[in-house]
């Protein structure tokens, strides 16, 4: 009983941690994407505006919810709870330290990956009952984007259970943590690179935000929604951006150790709590995700899809060859 109540404490406490950081990654983001378009970005609600995302969750809160009267109501209604509950769920898997984690299941990659493929139906089923053209081929270049793209996320991510002959997160870290660079980006750069890549696309963050493209779809499949439902969507989005964050940092940056060289040169740098490593590591993941949004356009879908099948994949699978050779006979 005890450790039931444990495991429900530590589970709010993720929760809560996690989406008190999405609040403020809105605010971050707005602040970042005004400096580089030569301006201030929020500025009027508390100091420097730091009390925008509360006034922004009050405002949504009491907006009124419009349901199309020919939507499918029910499809219409659920789609956003599914895409963020099988997108939150994901955080009972991360090892945040090598004492913090929730669940610590063997198979903690599949895991991830196949609760992303099924949040993707969360935004084809909102696309198709939303009962508009606007929204219905959001889905469908959803369903696109998914298919294409998380084909190169699992290559490069199976590299990384080759290189560590694991599934297992903490297995992964451990074992980058005993080779002599520290962290797998370094020799496995063409993997890192394509994951990079492949989670822009799976989040379906700028440029590859070809779903919800407001210049030809106006918001794509979001048209229809307002008020909370409409906030689940992008309270979905920002926790995904974080659950690759978190991904990124765990298998090909060491998540929270860091490199022998690094703290052979630097001793100071070993009292620092893992977990302070490990955030540095996901802080710097975020800024990359508004700073590439703040900086490149977005591409055509067709562009997207060459991208993925012509050019991610073929790469992530010579990265994995490569990996397999050089296991098998060095």
Same mark, same amino acid.
């Given at each position: 009983?005890?450790?039931?109540?444990?495991?429900?404490?530590?589970?709010?406490?993720?929760?809560?941690?996690?989406?008190?950081?999405?609040?403020?990654?809105?605010?971050?983001?707005?602040?970042?994407?005004?400096?580089?378009?030569?301006?201030?970005?929020?500025?009027?609600?508390?100091?420097?505006?730091?009390?925008?995302?509360?006034?922004?969750?009050?405002?949504?809160?009491?907006?009124?919810?419009?349901?199309?009267?020919?939507?499918?109501?029910?499809?219409?209604?659920?789609?956003?709870?599914?895409?963020?509950?099988?997108?939150?769920?994901?955080?009972?898997?991360?090892?945040?330290?090598?004492?913090?984690?929730?669940?610590?299941?063997?198979?903690?990659?599949?895991?991830?990956?196949?609760?992303?493929?099924?949040?993707?139906?969360?935004?084809?089923?909102?696309?198709?009952?939303?009962?508009?053209?606007?929204?219905?081929?959001?889905?469908?270049?959803?369903?696109?984007?998914?298919?294409?793209?998380?084909?190169?996320?699992?290559?490069?991510?199976?590299?990384?259970?080759?290189?560590?002959?694991?599934?297992?997160?903490?297995?992964?870290?451990?074992?980058?943590?005993?080779?002599?660079?520290?962290?797998?980006?370094?020799?496995?750069?063409? @993997? /890192? =690179?394509?994951?990079? %890549?492949?989670?822009? *696309?799976?989040?379906? $963050?700028?440029? +590859? #935000?070809?779903?919800?493209?407001?210049?030809?779809?106006?918001?794509?499949?979001?048209?229809?929604?307002?008020?909370?439902?409409?906030?689940?969507?992008?309270?979905?989005?920002?926790?995904?951006?974080?659950?690759?964050?978190?991904?990124?940092?765990?298998?090909?940056?060491?998540?929270?150790?860091?490199?022998?060289?690094?703290?052979?040169?630097?001793?100071?740098?070993?009292?620092?709590?893992?977990?302070?490593?490990?955030?540095?590591?996901?802080? @710097? /993941? =975020?800024?990359?995700? %508004?700073?590439?949004? *703040?900086?490149?356009? $977005?591409?055509? +879908? #067709?562009?997207?899809?060459?991208?993925?099948?012509?050019?991610?994949?073929?790469?992530?699978?010579?990265?994995?060859?490569?990996?397999?050779?050089?296991?098998?006979?060095?």
């Amino acid at each position: 009983m005890i450790e039931f109540l444990l495991m429900i404490i530590k589970t709010m406490i993720v929760f809560t941690i996690v989406l008190a950081h999405v609040a403020y990654t809105t605010y971050a983001e707005r602040k970042i994407i005004g400096r580089a378009q030569a301006r201030m970005g929020p500025m009027e609600v508390g100091p420097h505006g730091l009390l925008q995302p509360i006034a922004d969750f009050i405002k949504i809160f009491f907006k009124e919810d419009i349901v199309p009267i020919k939507a499918e109501k029910f499809i219409f209604q659920i789609a956003p709870v599914i895409i963020l509950v099988f997108t939150i769920v994901n955080l009972t898997v991360i090892p945040f330290s090598r004492d913090f984690i929730l669940a610590d299941i063997n198979v903690g990659i599949l895991f991830i990956l196949a609760s992303a493929s099924l949040s993707a139906y969360g935004i084809i089923l909102a696309g198709w009952s939303s009962n508009s053209k606007f929204s219905f081929l959001g889905g469908l270049r959803s369903a696109s984007q998914v298919l294409s793209y998380e084909i190169s996320l699992g290559l490069s991510l199976a590299a990384v259970v080759l290189m560590a002959g694991s599934l297992n997160l903490k297995d992964i870290v451990i074992a980058q943590h005993n080779t002599s660079f520290g962290m797998y980006a370094l020799p496995q750069i063409i @993997g /890192f =690179i394509v994951f990079l %890549i492949s989670a822009f *696309a799976e989040t379906n $963050r700028a440029p +590859f #935000d070809l779903p919800e493209a407001e210049t030809e779809l106006v918001a794509g499949y979001l048209t229809e929604y307002s008020a909370f439902r409409y906030a689940l969507f992008f309270l979905a989005e920002y926790v995904a951006m974080y659950i690759m964050a978190f991904l990124g940092a765990l298998c090909f940056l060491g998540g929270w150790t860091l490199p022998r060289f690094v703290t052979e040169m630097l001793p100071f740098l070993e009292s620092v709590p893992g977990i302070i490593c490990f955030a540095m590591k996901v802080y @710097g /993941f =975020i800024f990359l995700f %508004i700073w590439v949004r *703040a900086t490149f356009p $977005r591409y055509r +879908f #067709d562009q997207l899809l060459n991208i993925g099948w012509k050019i991610l994949i073929p790469a992530g699978l010579i990265n994995l060859l490569i990996v397999a050779f050089i296991k098998r006979f060095v």
